[in-house]
């Protein structure tokens, strides 16, 4: 059957065979990254599927040349990019590991609050847990699981979660919780409480909870006992970070080929300083980039489709 394959196809089946390889995933799990049928492709592979391929194979083929026309291209590959925004709370993070308790850096979305934070992650590996709290999380067992599955513990209670996790962690270490707008008071108090444990022993245990403004309005909400106690322990500043940090440097640094260009550049630092933020501005860019034309018109045609798309 093999042989009745398209260039393209087989190029396609190569490339599943290398993702599970490369991403030491199984069958199944690359089958749903990539948004094709487990079952489907095992028949495929194994030459015993019944029906015509081509559709399943044509999927496949798009989805890794997408995926290598966005790795041929620099602008989809940017790394870090040290933004007066995400430097900042870069340092806050350094400070929060290094004295422990707590910090909070909050406020608008897409201005580098989350980049900081998988950079700090990625430099302190070794020192750093970096979760993502979801609407799911928000009690404390959910958010015990959370921390417990990062750290390789297995237990079922939240005390013996909280045991395990206290086991693991070790002295220097950081926890930055991203998204914790969505966990409540009672859930705050209960990671504070681990970075206590430390305090007492004479260590440090860094807790930097990192979101929108809504962890303000949590922190000074009608729990007033907990959230007091919450905020007693922030050593490291609770910052409010906005679109109003974001300078014309940054605009240079995100996308340097444009740097020379005023008009162009101009432009993303407008988009910038409204809700889209520095995310937005950047998706702009990408999009143009991905239409070849970052010219003025380019950007603007770009922005013009995502606002239809909204």
């Not at 194994?46 to 890794?64: E, S, T």
């Not at 910052?239 to 605009?251: A, F, G, M, N, S």
Request: charged share 25%.
């Amino acid at each position: 059957m093999e042989n009745a394959y398209t260039q393209n196809h087989k190029w396609a089946l190569q490339k599943f065979k290398e993702l599970m390889v490369q991403k030491n995933l199984s069958q199944n799990s690359a089958a749903k990254m990539v948004g094709v049928s487990a079952s489907a492709i095992s028949q495929i592979i194994k030459g015993n599927y019944k029906a015509d391929p081509a559709n399943i194979l044509n999927d496949l083929y798009d989805y890794f040349k997408l995926k290598e026309q966005n790795a041929s291209d620099p602008a989809q590959n940017r790394s870090y990019v040290p933004t007066a925004v995400s430097e900042r709370i870069y340092n806050q993070l350094r400070a929060c590991r290094l004295s422990g308790g707590l910090a909070v850096a909050y406020g608008d979305s897409g201005v580098g609050k989350t980049q900081a934070a998988r950079k700090f992650a990625k430099d302190f590996a070794n020192y750093t847990i970096l979760v993502t709290a979801r609407s799911c999380h928000n009690n404390i067992t959910a958010v015990m699981r959370l921390l417990a599955r990062a750290l390789g513990v297995n237990e079922r209670t939240a005390d013996e979660m909280e045991a395990g996790i206290l086991a693991k962690l070790r002295d220097g270490t950081i926890i930055i919780l991203d998204e914790a707008q969505h966990l409540s008071a009672r859930v705050l108090d209960s990671v504070r409480q681990l970075s206590d444990e430390f305090e007492e022993q004479g260590q440090t245990l860094g807790v930097a909870l990192i979101g929108n403004d809504e962890i303000y309005r949590t922190l000074h909400g009608k729990d007033k006992t907990k959230c007091a106690q919450i905020r007693n322990r922030i050593y490291s500043g609770m910052v409010r970070y906005t679109v109003d940090h974001i300078k014309k440097e940054d605009i240079n640094l995100l996308f340097p080929d444009l740097s020379d260009q005023k008009p162009e550049s101009d432009f993303l630092f407008k988009l910038s300083k409204t809700p889209l933020a520095l995310r937005g501005a950047d998706r702009i860019y990408k999009n143009a980039s991905r239409a070849k034309d970052k010219s003025y018109a380019g950007l603007q045609a770009a922005y013009q489709a995502a606002q239809l798309i909204g």
